[in-house]
């Protein structure tokens, strides 16, 4: 039986009436729009999405799959579509919408949207774009206030929540219909500025700052001038339209003493946003932020073709190139690209390599970065399963040097930091900035303990397993010992379970045993389960080893499972 158009409207001005009704039944509207001044209603946006007999309403597209199977898909024409079925629904909308706009479910903005299953295909239609103008007033107003009183004049750390809607608000068409690049950009600077004290807040903040841009460039600029395929699982790709050109104020040459951050043209917005992708987002969605770059230089953007022959312009030209008799470096930021020529191989060479580098890093070079060495020494950790990297070469070769290990150390601790990663290791070599500085200090001087129990503590253990191979060679070397011991629990706690550690001849020691337990005090049940799983393997192991042992060593093995929790 063939579904009729009176029906299948039915159908869905049922579906409107219980979505408006589900959500006018809520008794947290007013509360959720009291958490900030910066957001006039909760819902912009719904999709309908007919399928005859299981229609449905949402405020995002849940439909990843947009093929349709229906026998009576595909019966009614495009034109039926729009000429029939969509003023019925906007009507219905509309009067909901009047309703309901005053109180805090409705936006200033909201459009409605909906799929249909025609005779061509699917058809995606905005059905209503609706703006309610006195709400769009109050907001523009408590955005102005926000922004004078809070950002530009403001002296403390400022919410999360209050970014993620201010850095949309800026760069909403229908709130300010011209763009204001150079202050777009300069609150956003601000906003960091005043957050730097508070480094996971800061990171919220970017976080917020970059999905903006990015929905701002992929929805907004870049369809002005390319074609988008975009895909659910793969990244959008992007077709040239014929004749489609930047306007000549954003193409021109850049003066030499120009401050890149100066300039305001849209294009400017989008290498912000490249650069931030870049800096700030993790490895897997750096693509997105070299395609925005890309794309730009495309368009003829001679800063984009500027930024990634020399960088972002974050950095002072003196601060991203040395060159000597002895050394040549350079970064590039874009890329997290640091190039080193080792012209001598002698400690000064090293030591000025390092200097440049830890410079870098303290002023907000990307860790994340990797090295490309240019070296007639090729030296490498004597740990099995590191990445046979530039990266690594560089650290290796340094720690030749004993003059140069407490500058190793320097970098290393400017470096460590926890979800950052050499650029150039990935999988099983995947690796923490640091690592290669720690991991050689670590295997070389007892002094550089300390060193290696600060790396363990930024150890994402989740996503790297490279401690384990440096374990296996710390134990090798150190065995267990009263200088060892607290250092060996330390990366234990940090290993994988994949983790088998041949010390169990040491351990025959009741003496080096009881060091083992000791390092047992203050730590939790489940920490020293894991501590002795690379050992003996599962604690029952452990309790079968402990019945038939005697003396002083059953009772240290009992301690190990009493700590154990067993």
């Given amino acids: 039986m063939t579904t009729t158009i009176s029906e299948a409207v039915e159908e869905m001005v049922a579906e409107i009436h219980e979505w408006f009704d589900e959500q006018a039944k809520r008794t947290d509207l007013d509360s959720i729009v009291q958490r900030t001044t910066l957001q006039v209603g909760i819902f912009n946006d719904i999709l309908l999405d007919y399928k005859p007999g299981r229609t449905t309403i949402d405020s ?34 509309k009067g909901k919408l009047e309703q309901w706009v005053h109180t805090p479910m409705i936006d200033y903005h909201f459009t409605f949207r909906g799929k249909f299953p025609t005779t061509e295909g699917k058809l995606h239609l905005t059905l209503l774009d609706y703006l309610h103008e006195e709400k769009r007033q109050q907001l523009l107003e408590r955005v102005h206030s926000y922004v004078v009183n809070k950002v530009e004049n403001g002296t403390y750390p400022t919410k999360p929540l209050e970014s993620f809607f201010l850095t949309r ?51 907004q600029f870049l369809p002005k001038y390319y074609d988008i395929q975009t895909s659910t699982y793969r990244a959008n790709e992007y077709t040239l339209k014929p004749g489609a050109v930047l306007e000549q104020q954003e193409t021109r040459q ?3 003493n120009e401050n890149l951050e100066q300039l305001s043209q849209p294009i400017d917005l989008l290498l912000y946003g490249a650069v931030m992708i870049l800096r700030y987002e993790p490895s897997y969605s750096k693509p997105r932020g070299l395609t925005f770059m890309e794309l730009a230089v495309q368009l003829g953007s001679k800063r984009a073709v500027h930024m990634m022959d020399e960088g972002s312009g974050t950095f002072d030209k003196e601060e991203i190139f040395v060159k000597n008799k002895q050394v040549e470096g350079k970064a590039n930021d874009v890329y997290s690209l640091i190039t080193i020529h080792i012209r001598q191989e002698e400690a000064s060479a090293y030591e000025q390599a390092l200097t440049f580098i830890i410079h870098l890093l303290k002023r907000g070079f990307p860790k994340h970065y990797k090295i490309k060495l240019k070296s007639s020494d090729k030296q490498y950790l004597p740990i099995k399963g590191l990445a046979k990297s530039d990266t690594h070469r560089f650290f290796a070769n340094a720690l030749q040097y004993a003059g140069l290990h407490s500058l190793l150390e320097q970098y290393a601790r400017v470096a460590i930091e926890q979800f950052e990663f050499y650029a150039d290791t990935e999988g099983e070599k995947n690796c923490m900035t640091g690592s290669y500085a720690t991991f050689g200090l670590g295997l070389t001087d007892e002094q550089c303990f300390p060193l290696v129990a600060y790396y363990m503590n930024h150890v994402d253990d989740e996503h790297q397993l490279v401690q384990d191979k440096f374990i296996t060679a710390f134990a090798e070397k150190y065995g267990v010992t009263t200088h060892s011991a607290p250092i060996l629990v330390d990366c234990l706690r940090r290993a994988t379970d994949s983790l088998k550690l ?9 003496d080096k045993l009881a060091l083992l337990v000791q390092q047992m005090n203050g730590l939790k049940p489940y920490e020293v389960e894991h501590v002795l799983y690379p050992i003996w393997g ?22 190990l499972l009493q700590a154990a929790g067993k």
Avoid: C
């Fill in 502 to 510: 041949k010390i169990l001849p040491d351990l025959e020691s009741e």
């Fill in 538 to 559: 599962k604690v029952e192991k452990l309790a079968t080893l402990a019945r038939k042992a005697d003396g002083r060593r059953k009772e240290l093995l009992l301690e």
């Fill in 60 to 93: 995002a597209d849940l439909d990843l799959d947009d093929s349709f199977t229906s026998k009576n898909a595909g019966f009614f024409t495009p034109e039926e579509v729009r000429s029939v079925i969509q003023p019925q629904l906007v009507e219905v909308v």
């Fill in 169 to 219: 608000h800026l760069l909403d068409v229908n709130l300010f219909p011209e763009l204001d690049v150079a202050r777009t950009i300069a609150i956003y600077n601000r906003i960091q500025e005043l957050n730097k004290s508070r480094p996971e807040a800061l990171a919220e903040h970017r976080m917020n700052m970059i999905h903006a841009l990015t929905d701002w460039a992929e929805n």
């Fill in 254 to 256: 850049l003066d030499e």
